[in-house]
């Protein structure tokens, strides 16, 4: 099945330690986006790439950053968490236009 | 600029009775809603979405939602809920910009189905 794959579902990390967290697609959609979900939160778009093209969230930490090496993949990369980084990260996928977007099923980081 | 407001954080119902979730969007532009689905521990899925067209939209488990635009209000039903509709729904308005679907999502409902 077509799919949006997060690995790893859990990752602990320490106050200051940067962490990556990964994310890949078999739909070959042309637009990836990273939402950080806080508890009992909407989604917060953090960024998007849309094909190569990244585009930042204005209100975005520059703690926060993203790398996409190919079509397939995405990574967030989190250079000093902080313990209000501590939250369920969402990858999501979609074609152009108006059409749904497809989420993975997270990962929740958990900052010590 | 868009915006979502869900009515209400919490709905408790007894199993096979109806419920109502009530979503608001602010929208200055064409809009398109969407309801997704979260699970504990699990991410979100699409339940269904207005694009144009039909102004009642209906999901293959049962929820149907209707789009008013003179109320600008895209509320979701189910004439009958089981156990297994307990869970966070999010509504969400897609924002305009630059050909891609970039999603507003309301602060959610959680829906709390008891037998």
């Known amino acids: 099945d077509a799919m949006v794959i997060q690995n790893p579902r859990y990752q602990v990390t320490q106050f200051g330690k940067p962490v990556t967290l990964s994310c890949s697609q078999t739909l070959n959609h042309n637009v990836m986006y990273w939402y950080q979900q806080k508890s009992s939160q909407a989604p917060k778009l953090l960024f998007h790439y849309y094909d190569k093209d990244f585009n930042n969230e204005a209100d975005t930490p520059d703690n926060f950053q993203s790398r996409r090496p190919n079509t397939s993949f995405c990574f967030l990369d989190i250079r000093s968490p902080g313990l209000g980084d501590a939250a369920m990260y969402l990858c999501?996928?979609?074609?152009?236009?108006?059409?749904?977007?497809?989420f993975g099923n997270g990962t929740r980081l958990t900052v010590t | 600029a868009q915006s979502v407001t869900q009515l209400d954080s919490q709905v408790p119902v007894f199993e096979e009775a109806p419920v109502e979730l009530r979503c608001n969007y602010s929208s200055s532009v064409s809009v398109y809603l969407f309801w997704y689905v979260q699970y504990p521990n699990q991410g979100l899925q699409l339940l269904l979405k207005?694009?144009?067209?039909?102004?009642l939209v209906e999901s293959i488990n049962g929820f149907e939602a209707e789009f008013n635009k003179s109320q600008t209000s895209f509320h979701l039903r189910k004439p009958s809920v089981h156990i297994s509709d307990t869970a966070e729904y999010f509504c969400?308005?897609?924002?305009?910009?630059?050909?891609?679907?970039?999603?507003?999502f309301g602060a959610g409902t959680r829906l709390a189905v008891h037998p």
């Open positions: 999501a996928t979609s074609r152009q236009g108006y059409s749904p977007l497809h």
């Open positions: 207005y694009l144009s067209g039909s102004t």
């Open positions: 969400a308005v897609s924002a305009t910009s630059g050909g891609y679907n970039k999603l507003i």
